[in-house]
């Protein structure tokens, strides 16, 4: 007996790409404070900052990219996803893999998107970015099913390509495959903020109102 359903793919992760047309070139001044990996894997950050500092606001630093990557954040997240709240840039660092060194799996805490800026050049054998699936957490079900099936995946590649640029929900896990390039992948990460009131009731966020009261009290 055979019955076609009707599927609707409920709460989907988005994950949005885009190949800009603009000049990254000036983030390469500071490819001297990035977070880099060693011995295999990225360093804690603990770890890393007695090797030396990491900067985790280069944005600040370019701020003509920095308005135009915000420009384009905004796009997607008011324009197409249409959201109400005002975003801006928070923490941004570029991350350097070396030959034969692999990134840690993780997320990135207390914001609700982030991002990646592939701004370099790189060849087939530079490392992916890799995203787990949140549904594994609770499905403890090691189903078999063919590679067409995206409703099975527990986690997808991205291939890095200059100027692409990836925006996704910081709750979802990742990590950077190795890296088999003999030359060095940089890329740039960003966290993104709401700005504007957001939560309701007692869980209500107001920015500018705390603001005001660091001087109140």
Known sequence: MTVEFDIVDLFPTP??????DYDFSD???????ALSAYKQKITEIDKFRKIKKVDFYVLDRV????????????????????YKDKFV?????????P?????????HAGHPFSAVLYFGKYDKESAPLCFHSPVSIVNNYDLKAPESNHRAWEFFNFSPKENLLLIFPSYLEHEIGMNLSKSDRYSLAFNIYP?????LGDSEVDIQKLVKQIDEY
């Open 27 to 33: 983030l390469n001044q500071f490819k001297d404070s």
């Open 63 to 82: 701020p003509k990219i920095k308005k135009y990557l915000t420009s384009v954040t905004r796009d997607l997240l008011n324009r197409q996803y249409r």
């Open 15 to 20: 994950v949005a790409g885009v190949v800009l």
């Open 99 to 107: 030959y034969e060194s692999i990134g840690i799996r993780h997320k």
């Open 89 to 97: 840039i928070n923490t941004s660092w570029l991350t350097k893999m």
């Open 195 to 199: 700005v504007s009131v957001h939560n």
